[in-house]
């Protein structure tokens, strides 16, 4: 039972059933479909001919029939009785009156039906397709039916024909399939030796993990072989790198857990809200055993104070919200003691199962060195308050004392300088060569002393001045300096270009007052040069509004750069150039209010760039 | 005891009333066999009648199976044996049927029938008193037109009697062409046919006419005495309806026999008058 069971269930048995049903299909169908073509044909053959006589028959039988002339009736059937297969001939009037016959009717026949080539084939396709053939045709004149006409053909050669086709279709057909089938069992056989073989040699595979047979043929079991020996080549392969692969697991699972027990961090990892997993670190942090904080959950290690917190965001990381990893908590010890914390949680699987592992860090020192650090910092501040104060003291001090000195010495100077014009205006005269020169300095001196006051005075009102800070129009700001400076010295020609449409931010007086220090500063240092330049603009250097003014003046030493904006700095003589050396400190001192940055760049002979901001 | 067999009749009675009115019904859906006299070939004869044998199938709701015979001595044989429930027949033969009670004359065509005597054009006869002793073509023997040109020269005393000096044919066609292929002196056919021949040939002239026969009443429609008063009622009301449509105009026309009417009893009785001479015709 069960080796039938196997041939059934066999390649070969299959392939032979399916052949034999393709065969037998295909093989029906052409039989049956030469049978139909031929049964076609003679229809269309026989019907043609009937639809041929028609006319001729109509025509002759009409007009004797309407006149019931029986004689003439009688002599046109016999002209065509028994000929061209036509057995039996018979005319029926208008009231289905049998008026004449002639020739041998076959009686068993009862179903008269109409002429067409479909009722033909039927009839030679059915099993009465040996019996005469019964066809009947309206006699018709002018278009009115006077009676018909029955015919009975003799179809017995042509079934005969069709019945011969059909042995000899189904002889051949027979034939064809038993020789299919005998040549099917022969490939069958040796195709399924091969494949038992290779079915035997696969079995041996995973035992000894070899592929022996070795069948040399070029068809599809000769490739199935080969494919075979590659697989278990690839299959050794793969067990040699799975070998490896699950040493080097073993290795990163030992220097793992090597890790994790000697991490100076607690390791805990929780699956539904209990500890599965934690390090000895943990355990000795809290005072528990490992196998005792194995079986705590989170109510049990965290701070009642910090439970709330830290199980919303212990939830909110197993549904993937992203809560904040890395914070500081209170967990609690077996004895009850607080124990600051620093963790950092993620999420993580447990034998295939979502979990959450946090790295627990002790910051009970950290903690105790920042209340110390704050302690002194507080001290620090204490210290730095305490002596902003005095120097805030000393500086007003010092600012009411260089007013008043400055103020009060204005007032002395004013007598020498105005004396000394007198002088030089109405004494000259009396006064040698050497004299003048005397009175010349002492007048000179007392001028630029005066300007030192002034400039010393404008630093230290600059310093003293409330902010008003507001938007500026930069531009209109500049050219309205500029048509100051033009006026002053109307006999200067300076080419100046001014960038249009600059906006600043800042107090407007301080603003003008460094713009204009700025611009004189330029005016002045270019008054040697042939074609002076000057040009005004801003621009962006590291994203912040950069206002600088440029010339082609007399430039600097930039190894002296640091000393430019100092107070009574100079880096020209004052034969050179005039001036206090007050000017850039007074403008370093209005960027500095505005928490600007001021530098330059400069080449000497060549001209210089001044740069700043406005905060 | 007495109340069954009254029983027995009332139903057997009431069965025989079924049964009857079953045959009458299965009856009147029996197609109405139409004989037509045969004038023409059967061809002609179906292309003529064929609007009014639609235009009674219309009327009649009923199947019309036209019937025709070789020759008119067929014609009344079976006509005689009342083969045909209607028939399309010459005044003297209906005359004939009605007189053997197997037939009714129900309706008429309201024009007369006569002959024309025609000579060949050529001929120099020109009076009916110059052709005695000449040869005379007629159609069939039975014809009416026959007997009217017979009974034409018959009065005039040109023929006696002998009847070698006629010559009989199967149309009335072939009486006129006998005239002119010279095998006969004069003849006489149905009015206006010679005048036909002279116009489809396009040969005015052909013929000459010298005189014309007696008038007749017109072909007849019989009914069979098979079919019930109703029936024949039916059946002329149909025929006659024929006068009103459009269709039986225009086939009324081309007919050229007038309308159909009903039979006039003097027509029976004129034509009565010929029934001698056509009983012993039939005789022989």
Redesign the interface.
């Known amino acids: 039972m069960t080796r039938l069971k196997i041939l059934f269930n066999s390649l070969r048995f299959k392939l032979v059933m399916a052949t034999v049903v393709v065969e037998i299909t295909m093989l029906t169908i052409l039989v049956w479909n030469s049978s139909r073509l031929i049964n076609k044909n003679l229809a269309l053959q026989t019907v043609g001919h009937l639809q041929e006589m028609q006319p001729l028959l109509n025509a002759s039988i009409a007009g004797p029939l309407l006149q019931e002339d029986y004689a003439r009736l009688a002599e046109v059937l016999e002209q065509v009785v028994n000929k061209e297969n036509l057995r039996y001939i018979a005319v029926r009037d208008a009231t289905d009156r049998l008026f004449i016959e002639r020739g041998t009717r076959y009686q068993k026949q009862s179903a008269v039906v109409s002429g067409s080539k479909r009722t033909l084939e039927q009839h030679l396709l059915s099993s009465s397709g040996d019996q005469p053939y019964t066809f009947s045709m309206p006699i018709k004149m002018q278009g009115r039916t006077i009676g018909r006409i029955i015919f009975q053909y003799e179809t017995r050669l042509i079934s005969s024909a069709i019945r011969q086709v059909r042995q000899q279709g189904i002889t051949v057909a027979t034939l064809e399939i038993v020789f299919s089938v005998l040549l099917l069992l022969l490939i069958g056989a040796t195709l399924t030796r091969h494949l038992r073989e290779l079915t035997n040699a696969v079995k041996l595979i995973p035992e000894t993990r070899k592929f022996s047979l070795d069948i040399h043929s070029n068809d599809e079991v000769g490739d199935l072989c080969s494919a075979f020996r590659q697989m278990t080549m690839e299959l050794n392969l793969r067990d040699r790198e799975r070998e490896e692969l699950l040493k080097e697991l073993s290795e990163r699972e030992q220097n793992l857990r090597t890790l994790t027990e000697n991490a100076h961090d607690g390791i805990l990892v929780n699956l539904d809200g209990r500890h599965v997993f934690a390090n000895r670190y943990i355990a000795d942090m809290l005072g528990y055993t490992v196998d005792e904080i194995r079986n705590t959950g989170i109510d049990d290690l965290v701070h009642p104070d910090e439970r709330r917190k830290v199980l919303d965001r212990f939830k909110a990381r197993m549904n993937d919200k992203n809560p904040q990893n890395h914070y500081e908590t209170l967990f609690v010890s077996k004895n009850g003691d607080a124990v600051p914390v620093e963790i950092t949680a993620a999420k993580t699987l447990w034998h295939g199962r979502p979990a959450g592992m946090v790295i627990v860090r002790d910051i009970t020192r950290r903690k105790e060195f920042e209340k110390q650090l704050q302690a002194h910092q507080e001290h620090l501040e204490e210290l730095v308050r305490n002596r902003t104060r005095e120097l805030e003291q000393t500086n007003k001090e010092l600012e009411a004392f260089s007013y008043s000195v400055s103020h009060d010495l204005r007032a002395p100077l004013r007598g020498i300088g105005g004396f000394s014009q007198l002088l030089i205006d109405e004494y000259t005269h009396q006064l040698d060569s050497e004299g003048q020169d005397y009175l010349n300095r002492v007048h000179a001196a007392a001028i630029h002393m005066s300007r030192l006051i002034d400039d010393l005075l404008q630093l230290s009102k600059i310093t003293k001045l409330e902010m008003r800070v507001k938007p500026i129009d930069m531009s209109a700001l500049v050219e309205a300096v500029v048509a100051r400076q033009r006026d002053k010295e109307p006999q200067r020609e300076v080419e100046v270009r001014i960038q249009p449409g600059m906006q600043a931010q800042g107090d407007p007086n301080l603003v003008e007052i460094a713009m204009h220090n700025l611009v004189e500063n330029a005016w002045k240092y270019t008054q040697h040069v042939e074609h002076a330049k000057v040009e005004i603009g801003c621009t962006t250097e590291d994203g912040v509004a950069t206002f600088f003014v440029r010339d082609n003046g007399a430039g600097f030493d930039m190894d002296y750069a640091e000393k430019l904006f100092g107070p009574f700095q100079r880096l020209h003589t004052q034969q050179e150039f005039e001036g206090t050396g007050i000017g850039l400190a007074t403008v370093a001192r209005i960027v500095q209010r505005h928490h600007g940055r001021i530098w330059a760049r400069a080449e000497k002979n060549k001209g210089a760039v001044f740069y700043f901001t406005l905060g | 005891m007495c109340r069954l067999p009254l029983l027995l009749f009332a139903v057997f009675h009431w069965y025989s009333g079924i049964a009857a009115g079953t045959v009458a019904g299965a009856a009147e859906k ?2 109405l ?1 139409f004989g037509l006299l ?1 004038y023409l ?3 002609l ?3 003529t009648w ?1 609007p009014l ?1 639609d235009h009674l199938e219309k009327k009649l709701h009923r ?1 019309i ?6 020759d008119f001595k067929t014609f009344i044989a ?1 006509t005689r044996k009342q083969r045909y429930d209607l028939v399309l027949t010459a005044p003297h033969f209906a005359a004939l049927a009605h007189s053997q009670r197997r037939y009714t004359i129900i309706c008429s065509f309201s024009n007369t029938l006569y002959g024309d005597i025609v000579v060949a054009g050529t001929s120099s006869y020109s009076r009916i008193e110059d052709l005695r002793g000449k040869t005379l073509a007629v159609p069939d023997y039975l014809a009416i037109i026959t007997l009217l040109g017979e009974k034409k020269f018959r009065q005039r005393g040109i023929i006696t009697g002998v009847i070698g000096r006629i010559r009989y044919n199967r149309s009335h066609n072939n009486a006129l062409v006998s005239v002119i292929e010279g095998k006969a002196d004069v003849a006489v056919a149905v009015a206006g046919l010679a005048k036909k021949i002279e116009r489809t040939s396009a040969r005015p002239g052909l013929f000459r006419y010298i005189g014309r026969t007696e008038s007749s009443p017109h072909i007849m429609f019989m009914a069979s005495n098979t079919l019930s008063a109703d029936q024949k009622k039916q059946i002329a009301r149909a025929l006659i309806s024929l006068n009103s449509s459009a269709d039986g105009r225009r086939f009324l026309a081309r007919l050229g026999w007038g309308e159909i009417r009903h039979p006039d009893a003097d027509d029976i009785e004129y034509i009565a008058r010929f029934l001698p001479l056509l009983k012993q015709r039939l005789r022989r």
Do not use: C, D, E, H
Request: glycine fraction near 0%; charge should be positive; hydrophobic fraction near 35%.
């Open positions: 029996k197609p066999v045969p070939s059967p061809n004869l179906i292309r064929n044998l199947k199976v036209v019937k025709t015979a070789p079976r």
